[in-house]
Antibody
Framework: QVQLQESGPGLVKPSETLSLTCTVS??????????WSWIRQRPGRGLEWIGY???????YYDPSLSSRATISLDTSKNQFSLKLTSVTAADTAVYYC????????????????????WGQGTLVTVSS | SSELTQDPAVSVALGQTVRITCQGD??????ASWYQQKPGQAPALVIY???NRPSGIPDRFSASSSGNTASLTISGAQAEDEADYYC???????????FGGGTKLTVL
């Protein structure tokens, strides 16, 4: 059974860097089948995709966060991480890591993604 | 990136059928996936691809797609289905993912 667990400081000061790690157990992150994503949810609001990283190390980010976010892999520890610089109160949120699968349905000629495993989430508050 | 639009709230009588929709330009190219989120919990996948359910998801959950609209249907809604539901897909560039704003389902 695959499990993901977020870890990191629950409190970050404004203008500093938020750093979170997701530890994956029950499967290797060094696997071409999966993407590894970070998603956040601000208080009382919906889900917001931050970005994902592929086993090759290539990462993609939501355009609104691309200048501040960096996702990296540590295959030796089976972990992936998120760094978000210059945080403000607007970055206060529950941060989730998730495993994503991409698939091409040859019968329907359509692609799709889905997040099949999620961490429990970790609340990060930005406050002085 | 493109947007996915959902109705903020929908209600259904116990045992009746409800459809939750998700609209977006990219849905003409990509299937949506659907997630259920209950208070204080992480989202859980309920539908992916054309109409696939993960193990453990009841068969009263189903999906369909037409043009730029994806739909999640719950046939015979139960009290435990009361939750927030989110759709998700890629944007038109294909490099980014987006979530709909979520639909709060109330079972009356």
């Amino acid at each position: 059974q695959v499990q993901l667990q977020e870890s990191g400081p629950g409190l970050v000061k404004p203008s500093e860097t938020l750093s979170l790690t997701c530890t994956v157990s029950g499967g290797s992150i060094n696997n071409a089948e999966y993407y590894w994503s970070w998603i956040r949810q601000r208080p009382g609001r919906g889900l917001e995709w931050i970005g994902y990283i592929y086993y090759s190390g290539r990462a993609y980010y939501d355009p609104s966060l691309s200048s501040r976010a960096t996702i990296s892999l540590d295959t030796s520890k089976n972990q992936f991480s998120l760094k978000l610089t210059s945080v403000t109160a607007a970055d206060t949120a529950v941060y989730y890591c998730a495993r994503e699968m991409y698939y091409y349905d040859t019968s329907a000629y359509r692609e799709y993604d889905y997040f099949d495993y999620w961490g429990q989430g970790t609340l990060v508050t930005v406050s002085s | 990136s493109s947007e996915l639009t959902q109705d903020p709230a929908v209600s259904v009588a116990l045992g009746q059928t409800v459809r939750i929709t998700c609209q977006g330009d990219s849905l003409g190219k990509y299937f949506a996936s659907w997630y259920q989120q209950k208070p204080g919990q992480a989202p859980a996948l309920v539908i992916y691809g054309k109409n696939n359910r993960p193990s453990g998801i009841p068969d009263r959950f189903s999906a369909s797609s037409s043009g730029n609209t994806a739909s999640l249907t719950i046939s015979g809604a139960q009290a435990e289905d009361e939750a927030d539901y989110y759709c998700n897909s890629r944007d038109n560039s294909g490099d980014h993912l987006v979530f709909g704003g979520g639909t709060k389902l109330t079972v009356l």
